[in-house]
């Protein structure tokens, strides 16, 4: 389904390092592709290692964020995700390599920008800061139920609120007895909880996307972003 409107764009992050903010968007990538949707990944982390090595793509050929350095003039969007290294879902990645490089704000916003109007859906995976303004839906805040966790996502969440982003709550491994308190907080509306799966461990040391898994809990949340967070808002538009 390739619509004639800008893509649903949803932006991932964590609260602090180690939180799988990367590993959710990945599947809610995923999960997208999978029902028909033409998704492009989008990493806006220079320092995390890779969208790629997460969806599985990293010695596929194509472009990465260091090739398209110096890119000037209109971006033909639709021939850079044919290029894009693709899941065998249908999931092409614009990733950074395991060399560091951070792209300058003006190729960031064009490329963004760009894809958003060639796909369906693009979810970023956004590093903690800063920010690039890019046109975005949604944001979504991915809190690790540890004490550093915690406390990185506080932070986060007043950085958020403060750009007006309204961002939802999503816990990991936070629990069930304390969820709530953790919501108030963070001043958060709570859109799901996520656990600690050790097959998705496994698959991503295989190079299994998650999201591929249709029964997983990590699946399941991934659908629930997609329908709270696109299908149910543009529904109501």
Not at 16 to 29: D, E, F, N, Q, Y
Not at 70 to 75: D, E, K, N, Y
Not at 121 to 141: E, K
């Amino acid at each position: 389904m390739t619509s004639s409107t800008a893509a649903f764009t949803l932006a991932v992050v964590g609260g602090s390092g180690g939180s799988g903010a990367s590993v959710l968007a990945g599947a809610v990538a995923t999960r997208a592709a999978r029902a028909g949707h033409r998704t492009v990944a989008v990493d806006l982390d220079p320092g995390g290692g890779g969208l790629d090595v997460v969806l599985g793509l990293e010695q596929e050929d194509g472009p990465r964020w260091r090739d398209l350095h110096g890119l000037r003039g209109a971006v033909d969007a639709e021939a850079l995700v044919e290029q894009l290294p693709t899941t065998s879902d249908g999931v092409a990645a614009l990733s950074f390599d395991r060399q560091w490089f951070e792209p300058d704000a003006g190729l960031t916003r064009a490329l963004v920008e760009a894809l958003r109007g060639s796909s369906d859906v693009v979810v970023l995976d956004r590093a903690r800061g800063p920010f690039v303004p890019v046109q975005t839906d949604a944001w979504v805040l991915l809190a690790h139920g540890t004490l550093t966790g915690l406390a990185g996502a506080q932070v986060m969440a007043d950085h958020l609120v403060g750009l007006d982003a309204e961002p939802w709550l999503v816990t990991r491994d936070v629990d069930e007895a304390v969820v709530h308190q953790v919501c108030e907080a963070l001043a958060l509306p709570l859109l799901a909880e996520m656990r600690q799966e050790s097959a998705v461990e496994t698959d991503l040391v295989r190079g299994v996307a998650p999201g591929r898994a249709p029964r997983s809990a990590l699946s399941r949340v991934a659908d629930e972003v997609l329908h709270e967070l696109m299908i149910e808002r543009r529904a109501v538009a």
